[in-house]
């Protein structure tokens, strides 16, 4: 049985309230039955240095991702995770993370290609468990193992790949890295390692969002007044666009289809994961340099 | 086998290599635990150290070779950054006061070694890669100019 969604106001202002709990949410249905509380991090030992108790890891290198093809796990790999996590398919599924939930988000988005009926994310993430000073233990979770089926993913209704891209020029695109990455200037985020991009930009026509302005400083989400001014005043989109997001690898643009998809309700947002690491790599797909759109800015 | 290792670095390889994947991680944890605060002359002066840029998260590093020629390291990297820290953990357990000519035999790709790039992934196993780099190349150029610290 799901377990009831969160009635705080700010969670119910959203377009899809079940996809949001807050943290007092959280304290007060922690260890319910039916529940599961899962970490995710870019670094895959934070986790074990302090971790909402009774909560379980979900590495997404080392466990969503196909260790061998670019993609993700596929519907048998994904059943044993999730069996061995103690997450069935009628689990209600919290979701958290670092860095404002930017992998959290982007494990919910992998959940939704196999269609997990409830799965959540916690607002704010870890820091803002933390932040209330609200408790972490290294003790291990040891959950029973449940039983989840092998469902095939449905990659279409949330997934671009490269060929979706090209068909979709003209129509509205998201850039969610940072403004230097966007304008060609860096081949990576600032701070971060090169990932092997050889060229900078930007796929034309795309509007530049960078994915943190979605996020409070404190690593919730603005309000649905802010975020519309954001999405729809800044950048021009429309509830019944169709528009396609992307960053680097799919994680922080995983954030940004979350924003579009359960905070604001759009229908048609989708993932481009393959992002600037395969469309900076692909041979004859148009790029835009500058700090505009269709390019201009600084030549 | 190629190069020995410095007999802490040998004694580590082997450690991670005798258990499973979720115990190397777990190892790595303890490392990442214990990575000495930096002493009072660093403390603080980021300016005075070297940043390693592949890492995922902030890191600094500063290499000293002392007149006996041992190297000494020196690291900074955020509690947030548990990966990151065991690695510096790992690289200051089994190298800090070895001879600078052994700490330069270190064949680059030891980590290999480690079994770590099932537990923490390929991608993440560069950052330690390229601080073992940078440590030979701070070594390297203090040996020719007679010592002197750079950070």
Redo the contacts between chains.
Sequence with gaps: MPVPTDPDPKVRSYAHPDRLVSTAWLAEHLGEPGLVVAESD?????Y??GHIPGSVKL?W??DLND?VTRDYVDGVRFAELMAERGIGRDSTVVLYG?KSNWWAAYALWVFTLFGHPDVRLLDGGRAAWIGEQRPLTRDPSSPARASYPVVARADDPIRAFREDVLAHLGMPLIDVRSPQEYSGELLHMP???Q?GALRGGHIPGAASVPWARAAEADGRFRSVEELRAIYEGEAGLHSDDEVVVYCRIGERSSHTWFVLTHLLGYPHVRNYDGSWTEWGNAVRVPIVQGSLPQGGAGE | MSQPLPPTLAELVEDFAGVQAPQRLQLLLELSDELPELPERYAGHTELLERVDECASPLFLAVEVDPQQRVRLFFEAPPEAPTTRGFAGLLHRGLDGEPAEQVLAVPDDFYMRLGLATAVSPLRLRGLAAMLARIKRNVRAQLVSGGEATG
Excluded: G, K
């Design positions: 870019e670094d895959v030992l934070l074990d240095t590495d290198h080392t260790p670092d701070d971060y390692p990932e």
